[in-house]
């Protein structure tokens, strides 16, 4: 595993519970924050490291802001995002994550995406009607567009109607969602690769 920076700013044992990492991937450095009730975010690849890490700590719990030795169970997160992301097929469901900042509607999407499997995709049109109906397509979309956890919660799996990409709030917009899903083998209908 590499950690970028984490050593150079170690938390004190009091201060293990609260922390952030950023860490390098396949696809870019990525960052992860954690508190006392699991990953608190995870921020996929922005133009460099620090403005990854930036984006992380926006909006999150200022004991969250300092450096530190990842704990166990966030290595073993760190570790799983990594392998996602050089193409091992994991599904990264035992990450635990801390929705309590999260609205309950949200929540329920985060749950429908972590079900997709590696390799598959879905579309806002079906998470919605899971949830209700077609016309929360649109919720469905602005929820997966605030996920603090991608990859964790896999919204580049949720594509829009037709096929199309659809939006992707993290670093290089759509085009970083078809690389996520191009290095996971993604298929379009079960049969082809979604990239010839």
Not at 10 to 34: E, K, M, N, V
Not at 88 to 109: C, G, K, T, W, Y
Not at 114 to 136: D, M, S
Request: charged residues 15%.
């Amino acid at each position: 595993m590499t950690l970028l920076a984490a050593s150079a700013h170690p938390a004190s044992d009091s201060a293990s519970a609260h922390g952030h990492a950023l860490f390098d991937t396949a696809i870019g450095t990525c960052g992860i924050a954690w508190g006392p009730g699991g990953i608190v975010a995870v921020q996929l690849p922005e133009v460099d490291a620090a403005a990854t890490q930036v984006r992380l700590l926006r909006g999150l719990l200022v004991p969250c802001a300092n450096f530190a030795d990842p704990p166990p169970t966030v290595r073993n997160a760190i570790d799983g995002v990594q392998a996602l992301l050089t193409g091992h097929s994991l599904d990264l469901r035992e990450v635990p994550l801390d929705m309590s900042r999260i609205s309950p509607f949200h929540q329920q999407v985060y749950a429908l995406a972590r079900a997709i499997a590696p390799g598959t995709t879905r579309t806002y049109g079906e998470l919605a009607e899971q949830l209700g109906g077609k016309g929360l397509s649109r919720a469905v979309g602005q929820a997966l567009g605030l996920n603090p956890f991608a990859p964790v919660v896999p919204c580049h799996r949720v594509l829009a109607a037709g096929g199309k990409a659809g939006g992707f709030s993290a670093g290089g917009g759509a085009a970083t969602k078809l690389r996520m899903l191009e290095i996971e083998g993604a298929v379009m209908g079960g049969t082809l690769p979604l990239f010839g």
